[in-house]
């Protein structure tokens, strides 16, 4: 049986291979994406039940991402975590403004990120 399907949207390659190696040895599918418009498109056509979304992308940043799939009601209801270096509290606030339905900042805790993953997905 395949596990839910998560897109992770990070440049950091290397991050991008340990979230994704914790995400499936937890039972999630991943699928992974480098920029901000491979995100967007592998989005549209993978059709993922949550999105980890990093913030400083190549090409496009994480909360154009976000707007532009919260604005399409095909992909609205999708969860969003924004996963991102940066903690200040305007960053947290655009996050919400786009839409976003969690924010996590790096360093981060991996339990912390599985319990709000499963808890966007009502696991």
Not at 7 to 36: C, Q
Not at 40 to 45: C, I, Y
């Amino acid at each position: 049986m395949m596990g839910k399907k998560i897109l992770l949207v990070e440049d950091e390659k290397d991050l991008s291979k340990t979230i994704s190696f914790r995400l499936e040895n937890n039972g999630y599918t991943v699928v992974t994406a480098y920029d901000g418009p491979e995100g967007l498109d592998k989005a549209k056509k993978e059709k993922p039940d949550l999105v980890i979304l990093d913030l400083m992308l190549p090409k496009m940043d994480g909360y154009k991402v976000c707007a532009l799939l919260k604005a399409d009601s095909r992909y609205s209801r999708i969860p969003i975590v924004i996963f991102t270096a940066r903690v200040q509290e305007e960053d947290k606030a655009m996050g919400k403004e786009v839409g976003a339905d969690a924010y996590i900042t790096k360093p981060f805790e991996p339990e912390t990120l599985l319990s709000k993953i499963r808890e966007l997905l009502k696991e």
